[in-house]
């Protein structure tokens, strides 16, 4: 329908929620939030609204120090409704010697760390674009 969108960033230190530097896992969906907010702009014009998830699980850890790269995609397009698909991947992973804690290393393959679906909402007169 849709091209992807994507956005990769670091993980803080401010994100570390939990003992060993661990990122909350809604940090993630934090992100799926902002990757959908794109989506909605670049396809109505508008921002829109997140009205549910329908799932969401979370795969693998996330510590502070860590890239993570968010995609989402549009699946589903109704009238004002928009199903959408998320994935989150860490590229890039930090701490990984406690002797050398700024060591980091980029990794062969994305490890997933968290995937979502779930349902934007744009009111017909907020659309836009595409009418």
């Not at 850890?61 to 993570?68: F, K, L, N, R, S």
């Not at 009238?79 to 991947?89: D, Q, V």
Request: charged share 25%; glycine share 8%; with cysteine.
């Amino acid at each position: 329908m849709l091209e992807e969108v994507k956005i990769r960033l670091r993980m803080s230190q401010a994100d570390a929620h939990y003992g060993g530097n661990l990122v909350d896992g809604a940090r993630m969906m934090s992100l799926f939030g902002d990757v959908a907010t794109e989506l909605l702009i670049r396809l109505d014009g508008d921002e829109g609204l997140f009205v549910a998830y329908d799932s969401v699980e979370f795969t693998a850890p996330v510590h502070a120090g860590d890239y993570i790269e968010a995609t989402g995609k549009i699946t589903r397009k109704g009238k004002t409704s928009r199903g959408m698909s998320f994935t989150a991947h860490k590229v890039i992973e930090a701490n990984i010697d406690p002797v050398n804690p700024s060591a980091a290393r980029v990794l062969e393959e994305p490890q997933l760390v968290a995937r979502a679906t779930g349902t934007c909402v744009v009111p017909l007169e907020k659309q836009r674009l595409n009418r």
